[in-house]
């Protein structure tokens, strides 16, 4: 399945245009009875503003590794709603895409009356790998349920997306991603095919979700996310003895850095409410500094 219309990877990321696009997302993340956060990736330094009816909120980029994030707060929404929001990138919209063949992605508030269905699962691989099922289909469950979601009305949607573990497969990457890593450095030295810095696991983000089917699903469902052992490695400190090899290689280092860094920005301050994001001492630090 192509890419939507609206986002390239050689149109995307710290080398692009001037004028800021979205790299990746948004991606609905926390959502209370009155709030939500949406974050972004773009590919320059912009506001990023969020409007969703008369409920509006802004906030600037802060820079990581030469990659520009924002995780956008926006407050005075009706308990049990249904709005429809767009992404703006200092005077530009970029979300939706035109001619997107998807429904408005919405921002769907916390409704204390309504029962809760959760909607989890783990170990998603991308598009770009067929996995083994028992079907033989090698389908994505993830995106087949985009699409069957696509198709009913918002009341039928599940309240939340909880991803149980292994967003990205660092130690497993696809043919795609391997050719990446060999334009990039010599594959033939540990760690190999495997990612080995932040900037490789930026790629397996992008790789993941950027399929046009799971872009709108997180764009629209609530998610909170954990990592297990694949975002790192398989049988991640699974031993002293195991912790001691691995500790005593030249690339583990730099390759556990990237994973934490990794996580804290595409993973964990989504799963931050505005509160939480007010109080963490880490996010405000980040935010205040150059790069």
């Avoid at 009875?33 to 949406?38: K, S």
């Avoid at 330094?45 to 008369?54: D, H, N, Q, S």
């Avoid at 002293?240 to 280092?253: K, P």
Wanted: with cysteine; charged share 25%.
């Amino acid at each position: 399945m192509s890419l939507e219309a609206g986002w390239s990877p050689e149109a995307s990321g710290p080398s692009g245009s001037d004028a800021a696009r979205l790299v990746l997302g948004p991606l609905l993340r926390h959502v209370g009875a009155h709030d939500a956060t949406i974050w972004v990736e773009t590919s320059a330094p912009c506001r990023v503003g969020i409007r969703a009816g008369a409920a509006n909120g802004s906030e600037l980029t802060f820079r990581v590794a030469g990659h520009h994030y924002a995780i956008v707060v926006i407050e005075g929404l009706d308990a049990g709603s249904f709005t429809p929001y767009e992404v703006w990138l200092d005077d530009r919209c970029e979300w939706p895409f035109p001619a997107s063949r998807y429904p408005p992605s919405l921002i769907r508030t916390v409704d204390l009356e309504r029962p809760v269905r959760v909607l989890f699962g783990s170990c998603r691989s991308p598009q770009t790998i067929k996995v083994k099922d028992p079907t033989g289909s090698g389908e994505d469950v993830l995106g087949a349920y985009a699409r069957r979601l696509a198709g009913h009305p918002p009341e039928e949607w599940p309240e939340l997306l909880l991803m149980l573990g292994d967003q990205v497969y660092a130690d497993d990457t696809s043919a795609q991603t391997q050719a990446y890593l060999r334009a990039r450095r010599d594959t033939s030295v540990p760690p190999g095919f495997q990612v080995a810095n932040f900037e490789e696991y930026t790629r397996l983000y992008l790789e993941t979700w950027t399929d046009p089917d799971i872009r709108w699903l997180l764009s629209s469902l609530p998610s909170s996310m954990i990592f297990d052992d694949h975002d790192v490695i398989d049988d991640w400190n699974t031993s002293r003895s195991w912790r001691d090899e691995v500790q005593a290689s030249s690339w583990w280092e730099e390759r556990v850095t990237g994973a934490l860094m990794s996580y804290w920005l595409y993973q964990h301050l989504g799963n931050l409410s505005p509160a939480g994001l007010a109080a963490d001492e880490m996010y405000r630090t980040v935010r205040e500094a150059d790069d």
